[in-house]
């Protein structure tokens, strides 16, 4: 081996040729794999990010709102990197730099300094407060750093500072997002509640979803229905703003007083029953008007569940132009289901998506037959079995939870499956097992684009459809010999 100057370097430990490849085998073995299923205290290539990740994008969602990290400047640089490299756009968040003194002696001086220049420098209309593990570990007390900071003048007395406690060594980016959003609501809507009043409008908590096409979609359904909404914690102009040569830091979000006035809201509906746990607990004891928690509607059964409960709730019909849009979708479907229809599938992923990916495969046929969550709940593992128990293409399914993508490599090496569903941590396992990998989840780091493709709704099926069984037909066509190789597929 030979490093850029020519020079040869030498390897630390010297291992033959012929041992790389026995290794390279046995990690493919039933063996191996049941080694590798006892493994108890290390985690390998999990298939979630921490804590404080969810919590700085739920930040980002709303109005001139600067997402504040409270610990290590490099676990911030993470949160905005894995952020910048899924949307391809800025994630401008600030930290307050806890070094070796801070580890020692508390943090608030970081704390009070961060605040009072972020103020100054970036004019934001809100800061909101994050930790990332060093200040959970010492034991922090963000309350009274925060009391603190507003006697001493760093900010203003009035001025709203939802913080959270995000520590990483508990929960997943989930949880951080959930965490922070309650802080937000609680921080914005104190007071705000009006005795009689009712704003007339649908307050959507969307949860943790890094898909901005899914927000507009959101937009456009309530639009063809006429129904006035809040989106709580909208991401769609804040990751997906247009390039027009000037640069502005806080595009788009929940404007402040929008999310203020949704505690007096007509109705507030948690799509996702997973990654808004907490916010949606709290909305139920404090918002007026319904509070109605649903699955994402991934697939037609939770789409059309979706959108007649809104028609129930608002007291409207489904809109003409979404029910030929779903006469459309199952036409597709009709079309397409030939391509993947018994084609077995290995799926991981947040629990909310996990559970539309679910719904999804077995509308169409197909089998989902290897699922895992890197971060789940015996709770969740019911719900996926109940699933698959509806219908026959999901008998052979097996659910994995609190197992990761290396427990997942072995699985698809020793009981192999035809196409893998999940974000780009996969593409290392689906590469050894040469299957193709769909990436729907978060985070997208090698492909363009698709955060601003829609998966929910009918328009979510068709995207969802399309993707996967032109991907099936371009395999055959670059697989097959030249007698196979033809024009109709
Ligand atoms: S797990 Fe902890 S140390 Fe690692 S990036 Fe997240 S907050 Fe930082």
Redesign the pocket.
Known sequence: MANNLGLAVKPVTEIPEEEVKRVAEWINTEEYKEKNFARQSLVINPAH?????GAELVAHAFEGTLPFVH??Q??AS??RSTLNRHFREPAPAVSDAMTEDGAVFGGQNNLHEGLENAYALYKPKMMAIF????PEIIGDDLTAFIKNARQKGCIPQDFPVPYAN????NGSHIHGYDAMLLSILQTLTSGKQVEGRCTGKLNLVPGFDANTGNFREYKRIFEAFGIPYTILGDISDVFDSPLDGTYRPYPGGTKLDEAADSINGKVTLNLGTYSAAKTFNWVKDNYSGKHVTMPLPFGIAKTDAFLMKISELFGKPVPESLKAERGRAVDLMTDAHQYIHGKKFAVYGDPDYLLGYVSFLLEMGAKPYHILCSKGTKKLEKELQALLDTSPYGKDGKIYINKDLWHLRSLVMTDPVDAVIGDTHGKFLARDANIPLFRFGFPIFDRVNLHRVPVIGYQGVMNMVATICNKFIEVVDETCDERQFEMMR
């Open positions: 990010a921490c804590q404080p990740l610990g290590s490099g676990c993470y949160y930790t990332s593990c060093m995000t520590p990483s060594f």
